[in-house]
């Protein structure tokens, strides 16, 4: 279920100090729940929640984030005050951007589908949700 603002397809969010506001469109693919070693170690959490957008669809209403290059074709954006991760952007996908679940104003509204890359998961991270678990990636005809 991807739920929206009542009038609009938009969603609102922003990092923990709130210099950074964003507004997004509506999802491209339904959310997911991602467990790679890159994600892991750039939230220090187990697994990262994304819900993927087109990126002329992600505005920033108040401040800017920065950006690093995690791997080649790879950027993750970030608050410079607080530093929340906020996004994902991968050359092999181009027009399209990936936000953190969890820095959506109403992340409750937002229910991932499925757990990716539980290959690169810590032995002790086996959810039971009940949800799909894919060794990898999702492939085009799982989204």
């Known amino acids: 279920m991807v739920a929206a603002d009542a009038d609009s397809d938009t969603r609102t969010g922003r990092c923990l100090c709130g210099?950074?506001?964003?507004?997004?469109?509506?999802p491209l693919y339904p959310p997911t729940l991602c467990h790679c070693e890159s994600c892991r170690r750039a939230a220090g959490a187990?697994?990262?929640?994304?819900?993927?957008?087109?990126?002329?669809?992600?505005?920033?209403?108040?401040?800017?984030?920065?950006?690093?290059?995690s791997s080649s074709g790879v950027w993750r954006a970030f608050c410079g005050r607080c530093g929340t991760?906020?996004?994902?952007?991968?050359?092999?996908?181009?027009g399209e951007i990936d936000i953190t679940i969890?820095?959506?104003?109403?992340?409750?509204?937002v229910v991932p589908v499925d757990h990716i890359w539980m290959?690169?998961?810590?032995?002790?991270?086996?959810?039971?949700?009940?949800l799909p678990q894919?060794?990898?990636g999702r492939t085009r005809a799982q989204d």
């Open 85 to 94: 991760p906020l996004t994902y952007r991968n050359a092999q996908r181009p």
């Open 46 to 69: 187990h697994a990262v929640g994304w819900l993927t957008v087109r990126q002329q669809h992600l505005i920033y209403e108040s401040g800017a984030p920065r950006e690093y290059a």
């Open 134 to 136: 894919h060794a990898a």
């Open 102 to 109: 969890g820095s959506l104003d109403a992340p409750s509204q």
């Open 19 to 26: 210099a950074i506001r964003y507004r997004c469109g509506a």
């Open 119 to 130: 290959q690169d998961a810590p032995a002790w991270d086996r959810p039971n949700d009940g």
